[in-house]
């Protein structure tokens, strides 16, 4: 019988998938949200053996050896300071915000001395089967023994775990998903401006446009604060937020000009930096990138000049981010964004076509047009550190696809599924 216990302070979507995990496994847990939902919690919780729902966290911190803070990124440092004083001699604190630089500070600040501190990430959402996917442990300051105790009881969810310092997992959070959320949220504001449902327009069906549409999707289906936190609370991430504003804006400027030589070199020398390496066979093919659709695939592709796909490479580049550096520590959306984008450049004639289509073909420019007012929007959000601004825009997109989210999860799950097996870091 397993003897130690562990706390969760914050029972959201990602508490309680820990929750479930490690209770199963056998250990007991100690769980907490807010005052007010209490009464719900335990109620739902009545039948788990191994789950208790305490008042609040001063109970959960007095009663477990491995404490994990479960809550929103811009609520770590208020929740740490209320219950981190209350946390019990020689037991472990860690947190799951996906920004460490305010989380190890409030934890440094607030809890006793004589608590070790090791804090995790898990790179996926809570919807995501967690097994084979990379799980971040920081040994910020522990024994080996408590160490090891938190990787023993975090083993049961079946995730790679990667080796960082708190400093290292805020730059490679913010490399690989920073700027994919940005990405993602400026073409859903977009479509949301435009009034436009993308799988009922021939021009977002078929191919990679499936990945954006599902993607899309799943982001705007889950809570703002997920995104928020890392977006606004990293100043790596809102560096590179803006420079995908910016990239958006010179390739649309040069596009509307009609400047078609510094396009091309524009757009061929950042993939050359981007793509450098051989690469053995590319992570997405047609034949699975089609199966994944949301409407009917027309007879024939539409033109798209790909501007989100260009800015992003475009982003890289100026960044000096090479994304295949943090293979092992990457998301399932930045896999397959990464997927999209190295099947773009590295099919030549695709490319061709594309870069044609920006100077040539103005069809589509009033599109354009918004998702580079979205880009330049987001980016804007993050730099003044706006968080309510940022949850009012999410919250309007968000409730405008929200009829459609259901069947976009279960198209969305399908299509991570399989196109990861193909995308495994290995």
């Not at 208020?78 to 996906?98: L, R």
């Not at 804090?119 to 023994?145: A, F």
């Not at 400093?167 to 479509?191: C, E, N, P, Y």
Request: aromatic letters at 10%.
């Amino acid at each position: 019988m397993e003897t130690t216990s562990v706390g969760i302070i914050g029972m959201g979507l990602m508490g309680r998938m820990y929750a479930k995990f490690i209770s199963q496994a056998g250990y007991k847990v100690n769980a907490c949200d807010t005052a007010a939902k209490y009464d719900a919690l335990k109620e739902e919780y009545a039948d788990w053996n191994n789950i208790k729902i305490y008042p609040n966290g001063h109970h959960v911190s007095r009663a477990s050896d491995f404490i994990i803070y479960s809550v929103e990124a811009e609520m770590i440092t208020d929740v740490v300071a209320e219950y981190g004083p209350s946390t019990k001699q020689g037991s472990v604190v860690g947190g799951q915000t996906s920004c460490k630089a305010p989380e190890i500070a409030a934890f440094e600040k607030f809890v006793p001395e004589d608590v070790d501190i090791v804090s995790c990430h898990s790179l996926h959402g809570p919807n995501v089967d967690p097994k084979g996917q990379p799980l971040v442990l920081i040994k910020h300051r522990s024994s080996q023994e408590n160490f090891d105790m938190v990787e023993r009881i975090l083993s049961c969810l079946g995730s790679k775990h990667v080796y960082l310092t708190a400093k290292m997992h805020d730059r490679i959070t913010a490399d690989t998903q920073a700027v994919t959320h940005a990405a993602f949220l400026s073409m859903g504001t977009a479509w949301h401006a435009n009034a436009q449902f993308p799988w009922e327009i021939d021009r977002y069906l078929g191919g990679i446009e499936n990945v954006k549409i599902n993607l899309t999707l799943r982001i705007y289906s889950n809570k703002w604060h997920v995104y928020a936190g890392l977006a606004i609370l990293n100043p790596s991430a809102k560096n590179q937020i803006r420079q995908y504003a910016e990239s958006v804006t010179a390739l649309f400027k040069l596009m509307l000009g009609g400047h078609r030589e510094e396009l091309v070199k524009r757009v061929r020398t950042a993939g050359a930096a981007v793509f450098k390496k051989p690469v053995d066979s590319l992570l997405l093919q047609d034949e699975l990138l089609d199966q994944f659709s949301l409407g009917k695939i027309p007879a024939e592709r539409q033109p798209n000049n790909h501007l989100s796909l260009l800015a992003m490479v475009d982003c890289w580049w100026k960044l000096g981010i090479v994304p295949y550096d943090h293979m092992i520590c990457s998301t399932p959306l930045f896999r397959l964004w990464l997927g999209v984008t190295e099947y773009l450049f590295l099919k030549p004639e695709l490319l061709d076509d594309v870069l044609r289509i920006a100077i040539d073909d103005n069809t589509f420019r009033s599109d354009d047009l918004e998702f580079t007012f979205a880009a330049r929007g987001w980016s804007d959000c993050v730099s003044f550190g706006n968080f309510t601004g940022y949850r009012d825009r999410f919250v309007k997109t968000q409730e405008f696809f929200a009829p459609r989210f259901p069947e976009a999860t279960r198209v969305g799950n399908e299509m991570i599924n399989t196109i990861l097996q193909k995308t495994s870091t290995g």
